[in-house]
């Protein structure tokens, strides 16, 4: 049996053995072959989009598919429509993030010239060009470039309620304004509405969206070939005396239109109170629901009436929008590949059924199944060939807050039409001079 040292020669013999085996553990790591790090799978891109409430049913729908078919999650931020704009507008310039956005058709120049999109030109496939009318692709095109992919097509139309028509004795909607106006009056004087109607003329981008399709359904127009403000000419005065009149004092129209919305002008519609309505193509679903209507089946669409001394079929305005990629994003060919999933024939169908949205592919509107399961297209579909555009501005926002305050200030009876328009028009023309458009 051995024995250990004792004293400062074990301490001595001791130090020796731990330093050796140090020294043996070191040649033993270096000579061993460096292990292969195990490889790490990269997480699956994320896709952000931003977009307006109303739009988040359709986007809700297709996301789980996406996941399954690319194994990519859709973030989705949504946002009232009036909070969509700036937020766009700050996750853009603070680098947020963001991929896809919604864009409305009012927003393409503004945006393009802000350097906030990518032009989306090279995605559009050659059936999307030939299967989806031009005008949808127009409004989305700013410097000769597609800044987003049209998706919800959208114009106003005239709802009325047939069965008061019938009791008032007329077998036919309005043609022209002059004929709305005199139906409205005898029903008003039979007991048959409170009033004609009601507009969505608070200050708001819903006043511009009217009275676009008013100055075109009397004649008249925003610019001229040139670019010239000329909304205040003769036409346009014509045009804005009449929705003056309309409201005042011996009108036929509800005096507080000047305070309701796209959305609370269908209160006194749907419980009957009014004859007409103008409106978008979301409201047919509430005036078939039950729970929102008393006039469910009551109720057919017509082309919106133009005056009559214009000699105009009718007069619309373009609504709706698309969807565009930012350049923060880092992936916009993945983006592209949604948005063109989008596109397709299935979810426009989806969108459809969840949110009322018109369809963007022109076959889809004679198409007897989708007929069959939504026979008011037939109605429908002709009012867009007399939709108009807003002005197309870099600065459309800056100027339809103007618009908004001026018209608005006719309406109340702060300014005469005359005035109003003329301030307008002067106002229009200097800002236009400052920003070249």
Not at 66 to 79: A, Q, Y
Not at 303 to 312: D, K, M, N, R
Not at 340 to 359: C, H, I, K
């Amino acid at each position: 049996m051995s024995h250990l040292p004792i004293g400062s020669d074990h301490r001595a013999w001791l130090h020796t053995l731990v330093l050796s085996a140090l020294l043996l553990s070191l040649v033993t790591a270096a000579c061993a072959p460096t292990p292969t790090p195990e490889p790490t799978q990269p997480k699956p891109k994320t896709l952000t989009l931003l977009l307006p409430v109303d739009w988040r049913p359709v986007v809700d729908w297709i996301a789980p598919q996406w996941k399954e078919e690319t194994g990519i999650d859709l973030e989705i931020i949504s946002l009232a429509y009036d909070e969509v704009h700036d937020k766009i507008v700050s996750s853009a310039r603070g680098g947020a993030d963001v991929d896809i956005v919604y864009v409305d058709t009012i927003w393409p120049a503004e945006f393009a010239k802000a350097g906030f999109l990518i032009p989306v030109d090279k995605y559009v496939t050659e059936e999307m060009r030939k299967g989806i009318a031009k005008p949808l692709f127009d409004q989305l095109v700013w410097d000769g470039k597609l800044w987003a992919f049209p998706f919800n097509n959208q114009s106003k139309w005239l709802f009325y309620n047939k069965e008061i028509l019938e009791k008032a004795g007329y077998d036919h909607p309005p043609r022209t304004w002059e004929e709305m106006e005199e139906m409205s009056r005898t029903m008003m004087e039979k007991g048959l509405v409170k009033y004609g109607t009601a507009w969505g003329w608070a200050q708001a981008e819903g006043l511009i969206c009217d009275v676009t399709l008013f100055l075109y359904g009397f004649g008249g127009r925003w610019r001229d070939e040139k670019g010239n403000w000329v909304f205040n000419d003769e036409a346009g005065q014509k045009m804005l005396q009449w929705m003056v009149n309309s409201i005042g004092p011996d009108g036929w129209a509800d005096p507080a239109s000047t305070s309701l919305n796209d959305r609370t002008v269908l209160n006194p519609f749907l419980v009957g109170d009014t004859a007409f309505v103008l409106n978008w193509a979301f409201a047919w679903g509430l005036i078939q629901d039950p729970k929102e209507s008393k006039v469910v089946d009551k109720v057919g669409i017509a082309l919106i009436p133009a005056s009559e001394e214009s000699g105009l079929v009718s007069s619309s305005v373009t609504g709706g929008g698309g969807w565009g990629i930012l350049t923060n994003s880092d992936t916009p060919e993945l983006a592209a590949k949604l948005l063109q999933r989008f596109m397709s024939r299935e979810v426009q169908v989806q969108a459809l059924d969840l949110q009322q949205n018109m369809p963007v592919w022109t076959e889809m509107y004679s198409d007897p199944e989708i007929l069959k399961a939504y026979p008011h297209f037939k109605a429908m579909g002709p009012q867009f060939q007399y939709a108009h555009f807003r002005p197309v501005l870099p600065w459309y926002s800056e100027w339809s807050l103007q618009a908004q305050v001026e018209i608005q200030a006719a309406l109340t009876g702060a300014k005469t039409p005359q005035q109003a328009l003329d301030d307008l028009a002067e106002w229009s023309t200097q800002k236009s001079k400052e920003y070249g458009y």
